[in-house]
DNA sequence: TTACTTATTAATAAAAATTATTAAAAAGGA
DNA sequence: TCCTTTTTAATAATTTTTATTAATAAGTAA
């Protein structure tokens, strides 16, 4: 709790209990759409609406508290912010596991970026398959 | 028109008009969301429904004809199949460009796959930052 | 070509997802 | 505690996407 409360305010926010609700279910299960958010946020915080979670997402995101997940074929999900990292999607199940290594050979991306004349900000790196679960599960 | 044709049938849909002509819009641009799809098709063939270019667009992304580019913020662009390259996206114009290379470090992939039985389908890689026009324009 | 069979389209309609509005409530600082 | 400002909740309104189905068009084979 204090942990969430300190991120809202270092980033400008104020920490309101619907905010860090937010976040602590995020925290926990690592990436949720803004359904699976408020599912879970409504249970223990019955009076929230769906929209105070749409604004507060769209307002931590812009905030740097959260990142957008955009997934191929999924509601995009969100995530809070951390250093550089990999996105195992599973297409079967949808699971999504962060892998914390960057595999982006960074020379290589600086010469295509000072070559275009792009101001780099950040990245996301999706690779889509089929995780250790569904693969055993599907010998049927 | 020709080149879209056999694109369709070797992946086994047919070639119609529409989905001709999607293409074509996607092809001539690089990366068209639904919207700017349909307002480019309806031009030419002014019956054609909206819906059409959902479930065409749909269609032809589950039969790898198109591929789904979901973006941070945005709705979600569509490319037509290519090889493994990098999207370069600025934040500001939006602009989407393809860079024909592979930046992503193989081995170190093909490790994180196997420790975690991962079985790999594809990846998407997206860079987000400031275009070249956009970071001059921006001098005021 | 023509007729036939099947898949696709267009036009709704319906559902799902997202954003806007505004009075009431809550947060943070004096 | 009081005051000012931001945020919330509860709609309402949009926007986006999907479903339905009769009409149409595509591909196939005679």
Redesign the interface.
Known sequence: MKNYMSILKDNGLKATFQRMHILEVIGMYGHKDVDEIYAEVVKTHPSISLATVYKNILIM?QNNVL??V????RK?KFEIKKDCH?H?I??ECGSI?D?D?D???IN??KE??SN?????????????????NC?SIKVS
Do not use: H, M, R
Not at 116 to 132: A, H, P, W
């Open positions: 995101s990142v957008e955009p997934l191929i074929g995009a990999v195992l599973c297409k596991e892998e290594i595999l982006v050979d290589s991306l295509v970026l275009k004349n792009f101001l780099y900000s950040g990245q996301e790196l999706n690779v889509y398959g089929t995780c250790s693969s």
